[in-house]
């Protein structure tokens, strides 16, 4: 059981990387899709130089290619993360195993005579990708090309074969067998694939309802930030039916995300299609922009003005770092790990009450996309968009802030929680992370984690260090604290995350030397 929970985290980190590369992309999008709209160009008439509509249009060509591609960025982003081997032969045989998973499935469409030749073939559940036509499997067939490159490179990276198939041994099986197991998925996906969107539609029934959906939908997200498990729940809101099932000028979009592209990318404002928009955006990005802005704001406020007089000053490094990264990054983990451990039931109080404000701006017909909840994303999905209702966050968002400041203030006072500037010894300071001293950091894990030998697989996802280590009973806490991390967590007996914040890559590279030594 331990051995799936771990891998079940490292696939929810694998998701990372392609998630990465969508959010800027998708800022450059909204970027220039706003101002090639009619209404910005009336209220900014610069806007209309043929020069500088050129080179928005050029942006959001560019872009597209991006998102007209995000199956093969997953499919090499799972192989690259899950991969412990030899990640590059494995982000190779995804990149080939995805293709060829597409083509089988199109032999079997034709060898089954169900594949469609006349009319809408996305009403019958397939696409055109990448020049072939075949069953709409979106985002997961990338996925699934991605999982079985990286299992096949861990398996296969030093098979040997005799002399005579000798050429074939080590590396270069890994994408031919990657590829014979693609063959085989291609064949069998098919039939299975009804199930799977029929099970996925049962749980949109849910996710979908009025109030049920943004209350379990984000309740479930902040619920699953301990495991790191958030990313696999936001990709199957995204990107399958779970998410919902939209026709939009006789397309089929799956998962909320391609279906708030279309709109907002495309179509605009001014479409008929624009009425859609609250019902994807109650997924994404607008709740958390209320968190971000106003509801880290104010717990950070609470924090500072409950700490010990000689602490305030440490305490306000470590809080306006940590709302701040939230607010530019949307990295929560910092804020939310100084009191989701010592007071668990305020954290389950603090993802509750934040369900509510979801609904509050569905029904209040707020239409603010993207995915990520920063300042930045509000501003141009917001305020940039007409018709986005974006004084509604403003409203909700200032609620929110009274709510929790006092929520917080109250509990930290009343059950006497050690948040940041309450602790029984003087605060910590993060000097090490704010001077980017990563080699005294990375000494400190290192040792803390009980030594080179009790360290096995180094990774990281945007905020913490996910480490596998031999034996538990070794760590030193009190040694680790002084890293300057922000917590510390145990997802399984021998597996360890150390959050650190938006640097963390870089002590990653840091404890990599470190070991290396």
Not at 104 to 129: C, P
Not at 265 to 280: A, K, Q, T, V
Not at 313 to 332: C, M, P
Request: include cysteine.
């Amino acid at each position: 059981m331990k051995k799936y929970s771990e891998e079940i985290q490292r696939f929810g980190r694998s998701l990372l990387l392609p998630i990465g590369v969508m959010a800027p992309v998708g800022l450059l999008l909204g970027l220039s899709g706003a101002f090639t709209q009619s209404y910005m160009i009336e209220a900014l008439p610069f806007l209309g130089n043929p020069t500088i509509q050129l080179i928005f249009t050029s942006i959001r060509q560019i872009s597209d290619l991006i998102f007209g591609n995000i199956p093969i960025m997953f499919a090499m982003g799972v192989a690259y993360g899950m991969a412990k081997r030899d990640k590059g032969i494995a982000v190779f045989s995804s990149v080939m195993s995805y293709l060829i998973l597409l083509i089988s499935m199109k032999v079997w469409l034709g060898a089954t005579g169900q594949l469609i030749t006349e009319g809408n073939i996305a009403v019958g559940g397939q696409a055109v990708v990448l020049g072939i036509q075949t069953v709409n499997v979106n985002v997961l067939g990338g996925i699934i090309a991605g999982v079985v490159a990286s299992w096949a490179s861990d398996k296969f990276y030093n098979l040997q074969l005799p002399v005579a198939f000798a050429f074939f041994s080590g590396q270069k099986s890994v994408p031919l067998i990657s590829m014979v197991i693609c063959v085989a998925i291609g064949m069998i996906l098919p039939f299975f694939w009804q199930y799977f969107i029929a099970f996925c539609s049962s749980l949109s029934g849910l996710l979908l309802h009025k109030i049920l959906g943004p209350v379990l939908s984000g309740f479930v997200n902040r619920m699953m930030i301990p495991f790191g498990l958030h990313h696999v729940w936001n990709a199957m809101l995204r990107f399958t039916e779970a998410g919902g099932t939209y026709m939009i000028n006789g397309q089929t979009y799956i998962g909320y995300l391609d279906a708030m592209n279309e709109i907002l990318f495309n179509l605009g404002p001014d479409s008929e299609y624009w009425s859609l928009m609250p019902e994807l955006t109650r997924f994404g990005a607008q709740n958390q922009m209320v968190r971000t802005m106003f509801i880290f704001p104010a717990i950070g406020l609470a924090m500072y003005h409950t700490s010990y007089a000689e602490n305030k000053a440490l305490a306000k490094s470590l809080i306006v770092t940590s709302v701040l990264t939230a607010a530019l990054g949307n990295v929560t983990e910092p804020l939310e790990f100084t009191f989701l451990f010592i007071a668990p039931g305020l954290y389950v109080l603090y993802a509750l009450l934040g369900t509510i404000g979801s609904l509050a701006l569905y029904f209040m017909g707020t239409a603010v996309g993207y995915i990520r909840g920063t300042v930045f994303d509000f501003l141009i999905f917001g305020v940039m968009y007409k018709n986005s209702n974006w004084i509604n966050i403003v409203i909700v968002g200032v609620i929110s802030f009274v709510v929790y400041y006092f929520l917080f203030k109250w509990w930290i006072v009343k059950f006497d929680v050690k948040t940041p500037g309450r602790e029984d010894e003087p605060s910590a300071d993060n000097i090490l992370i704010r001077e980017k001293r990563y080699d005294e950091i990375a000494k400190i894990v290192v040792e803390g984690l009980g030594g080179p030998a009790n360290i096995g697989t180094v990774d990281n996802c945007i905020t913490r260090l996910r480490i596998d280590i031999n034996d538990n009973k070794k760590i030193d806490k009190d040694l680790l604290k002084k890293s300057g991390c922000a917590g510390i967590f145990f997802p399984t007996t021998k597996h360890i995350h150390i959050v650190f914040g938006p640097l963390v890559e870089f002590i990653r590279n840091a404890v990599d030397d470190e070991l290396r030594r």
